[in-house]
């Protein structure tokens, strides 16, 4: 899988007249980059944090995020989802008011699949990024291209980003295709358990599975979807833990983190 090398977001940042981060609104924290968060402030550059997929999240919760990035680390921050048109149009509307130059370059950076293609698609108004809903997936970005979406304001869709140091759950189920993932059972495991931290009966709506065990959930939905493995016809947890990877990077698992302000569940 082809990720942003370095050098290249280096030059790409010392290019770009505004940079948009793009995290997911449902865990900012953990999809944020602080290496390129310091890359832009050092250079100088305008930064925007994106909270993207705010359709996966109350929007209360997604203005708590914006509110508390804004006073607690006087960061720009604002709500996006390439589903709801209000919102499309108050990024666009921001992304103009960082326009001084002609033309303006914004750099759209992030994780991977934390929806950075979606985003210039949703504010070009058409499909010409290439999307893709897991890492490596087919149609996931390869090189940065620019995509014009106002007169004079280009946006450069970019390869993800992935830091060199962090074992964090966000960045370990986007680092590579699902398919290369070691040992899926152990990092869905504690995937579960992290979603779970955060809604106690995400796997209840998701699935109709009641319980909190990460191997039970995985075996439930083994046996549920009909998945066995070996002439002992074994539930084949593996490809259970693969489906929940997948569908929490999809959205189909609803749980998010709340902003420390309102009351935070979990580490941030
Ligand atoms: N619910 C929801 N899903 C979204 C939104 N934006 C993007 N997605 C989904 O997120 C997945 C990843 O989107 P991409 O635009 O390919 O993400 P990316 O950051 O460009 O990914 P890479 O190119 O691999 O780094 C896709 O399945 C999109 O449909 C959104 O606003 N809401
Ligand atoms: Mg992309």
């Known amino acids: 899988m082809i990720l942003i090398k370095w050098r290249d977001l280096d030059t790409l940042i010392s290019e770009a007249d505004v940079v948009l981060e793009v995290v997911e609104a449902r865990n900012p924290i953990a999809t944020r980059c602080r290496i390129v968060e310091n890359m832009v402030k050092r250079k100088g550059k305008d930064l925007v944090v994106v909270l993207n997929k705010c ?3 109350p929007m209360r919760i997604c203005r708590a995020w914006v509110e508390y990035l804004r006073s607690v680390e006087g ?3 604002i709500c996006f989802s ?6 499309r149009r108050d990024l666009k509307k921001l992304i103009k008011s960082f326009s001084t130059t002609n033309p303006t370059l914004v750099a759209v950076v992030g994780y991977p699949k934390v929806g950075k293609s979606s985003l210039i698609n949703a504010l070009k108004g058409k499909n010409s990024a290439s999307t893709s809903p ?3 997936s087919p149609g996931y970005t390869k090189v940065s291209q620019r995509y014009k979406i106002a007169p004079g304001i280009y946006l450069i869709d970019t390869p993800g980003v992935i830091p060199v140091h962090s074992d964090d759950i966000e960045l370990q189920i ?3 295709p699902i398919e290369k993932i070691g040992n899926p059972v152990i990092l869905a495991s504690k995937l579960i358990l992290y979603i779970i931290e955060n809604n106690r009966y995400a796997f209840k709506e998701a699935y109709g599975i ?4 990460p191997i039970e959930i995985l075996e439930s939905l083994a046996k549920h979807r009909g998945w066995f493995v070996g002439k002992d016809k074994e539930l084949n947890i593996s490809e259970a833990a693969k489906a929940i990877i997948r569908d ?3 959205g189909r698992i609803r749980m998010y983190i709340q902003p420390p302000s309102t009351g935070a569940q979990t580490s941030l």
């Open 174 to 176: 986007r680092a590579r």
């Open 55 to 57: 359709d996966l999240v």
């Open 134 to 136: 897991y890492p490596g």
């Open 210 to 213: 009641d319980s909190t065990e």
């Open 75 to 77: 960061l720009t921050a």
């Open 82 to 87: 390439s589903k709801i048109r209000e919102t």
């Open 248 to 250: 929490y990077l999809r």
